[in-house]
């Protein structure tokens, strides 16, 4: 299933990172960004959901989206994948998982020390004040709820959004550094279940100009043509293979 090479590769790689997309979490049930959108949502694009302007212009339909998607993630379990993933970092001296999912799967499966470039979205945040709830350990209940708009801050009356970066929005700053800084330093760098369509992430790969590039992925993408290794498939079936094969 492996060549012998990327077998070797790895079992020498002394710093790993490994950037994720929607693609890791579709084997748990959460429906990847370019999914067609099901019931309620099908006639929204996410990209124009996913924006300030749309919270603006509706903050109730927006929150009501992510309040959709959020319990769906809530509802979701990791998968093979993503304690794979768990596994492969016990085996090497450094790695590091950046990721530009919002689900919080990772941490649930186990991994530690990731970098969330697009936030997470089962935290909210006041728009103005920033005062952040993370929602898996506090609930809604304390907040008063309306049908008609976005609870607002206990200490400021502005609206809570969610805690995830939108489409025009800047990635926090800092993750985005370390997140470079990793992919310069590192010997190889895996880029899994991400069409590679979505900067500044896409361009992580980029900066891995040290690196053994080893992509996994469904379908071919922007990325397929520089990967050194490229392995078309489920992320839930080929990391797991992997990291068998490699660390057995
Ligand atoms: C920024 C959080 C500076 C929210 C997300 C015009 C105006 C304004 C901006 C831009 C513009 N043109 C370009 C830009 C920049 C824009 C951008 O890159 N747009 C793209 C679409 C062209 N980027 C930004 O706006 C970023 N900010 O640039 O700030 C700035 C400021 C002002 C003006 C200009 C620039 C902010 C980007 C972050 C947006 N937030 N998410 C939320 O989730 O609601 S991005 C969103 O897409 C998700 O985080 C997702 O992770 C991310 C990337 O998508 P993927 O993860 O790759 O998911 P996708 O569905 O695309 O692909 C999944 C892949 O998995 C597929 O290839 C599939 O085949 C594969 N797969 C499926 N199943 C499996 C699998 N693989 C393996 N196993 C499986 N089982
Ligand atoms: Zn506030």
Redesign the pocket.
Known sequence: MFSAKLIEILKQARQIVVLT????S??SGVP????AQTGLWAHYN??EL?SPEAFKRNPKLVWDWYSWRRETVLAAQPNAGHYALVQMARHVPNFHLIT???DGLHQRAGSEQIIEL??N?TRIRCEHCSHTIDLTKQNLDSLTLSDTEPPRCASCNHYYRPD????????PVQALQQAEQLAQSCDVFFSI?????????AALPLYANKAVVIE????K?ALTQQADFALQG???EILPALVECVWG
């Not at 279940?193 to 992430?201: F, M």
């Not at 996994?216 to 379908?219: A, H, Q, Y």
Request: charged share 15%.
């Open positions: 997309g929607a693609g890791t579709a084997e990847t960004f370019r999914d996410p990209a996913a530009q999912n919002v697009h936030g979205i995830v970066v939108w489409f025009g929005e800047n990635l279940g991400t069409s590679s369509q979505v900067y500044p992430a996994i992925n469904r379908e993408t489920a992320s839930g």
